[in-house]
């Protein structure tokens, strides 16, 4: 699977481009939604795609995480952040931890899933991964019937003086197929004052409202539909 460069030779900036207080508003509608997912209290949570851990960040004084991601190079920055928690490699789709959880996050990584299949695979194995009455929480950035395209641009600088400049350039292509491409271009600064320059391009997964809720019903959850402050759809699946 040929990963996006943001999460692989490029992840040592994803502090810059994405750190825990990008996630400072967000995250505590995010824990109230997975709270609130069951009745079951939530102890053990595992995120699949965690990416740098920026949003688990928020969540220690709540709940004990495990955090897994494709790509290496964004455990590692994770690690940085989160070492009181354990990290495991592996696709969402069939990491197996022989263990289960009273919740299941999936945050914005299920975007980069782009088939039908790919997201049938990522549920089920979510749902492989819950204690009985546990639930997943998966918040997709968008679904086919609110997708807009667009820019966004933003940055940050660090201490040592390193600092990202980023614009995003967000369309769908083909509007009759599952995918849309979000474009980065980076503008990367050195301590030293050296620029570097960076493009990426994302492939993200589009799907209904409709879909989503009939392949957690598949899984054998029982499926509902919530929203938060930053997503009109965020997808609840239980485990009786
Ligand atoms: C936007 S980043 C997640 C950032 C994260 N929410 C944070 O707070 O730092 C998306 C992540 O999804 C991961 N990812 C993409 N496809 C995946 C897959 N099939 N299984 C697991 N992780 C995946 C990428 O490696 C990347 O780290």
Not at 28 to 53: D, F, K, M, Q, T
Not at 68 to 95: F, K
Not at 144 to 171: Q, S, V, Y
Not at 181 to 199: H, I, K, M, N, Q
């Amino acid at each position: 699977m040929n990963q996006p460069r943001l999460y692989t030779e490029l992840a040592r900036w994803w502090p810059l481009f994405s750190g825990p207080a990008e996630y400072e508003e967000e995250a505590p509608e995010v824990l109230e939604l997975l709270l609130r997912a069951s009745p079951l209290p939530a102890r053990e949570v595992l995120e699949l795609g965690s990416g740098g851990g920026s949003l688990s960040s928020h969540f220690k004084p709540h709940f004990r995480m495990t955090l897994s991601d494709l790509s290496n190079d964004m455990l590692a920055v994770s690690r940085e952040l989160n070492p009181e928690w354990e990290h495991v490699q592996g696709d969402m789709r069939t990491l197996d931890l022989g263990r289960q959880f009273q919740r299941v996050l999936i945050h914005d990584a299920i975007m980069y899933l782009t088939s039908p299949d790919a997201v049938r695979a990522a549920i089920a194995n979510a749902a492989r991964h819950l204690s009985p009455g546990g639930a997943v929480v998966i918040f997709p950035d968008c679904v086919r019937e609110n997708f807009t395209a667009g820019t966004e641009h933003d940055g940050a600088d660090a201490p040592d003086g390193r600092g990202l400049r980023w614009l995003e350039w967000r369309w769908d292509p083909e509007p009759s197929d599952d995918t849309f491409v979000t474009a980065y271009s980076f503008l990367f600064r050195e301590p030293d004052g050296t620029l570097s320059v960076e493009l990426d391009r994302h492939e993200e997964g589009l799907f209904s409202r409709d879909q989503w809720v009939s392949w957690l019903g598949e899984a054998g959850l029982e499926p509902s539909r919530c929203s938060d402050s930053w997503r009109a759809d965020v997808f609840v699946g239980l485990k009786r």
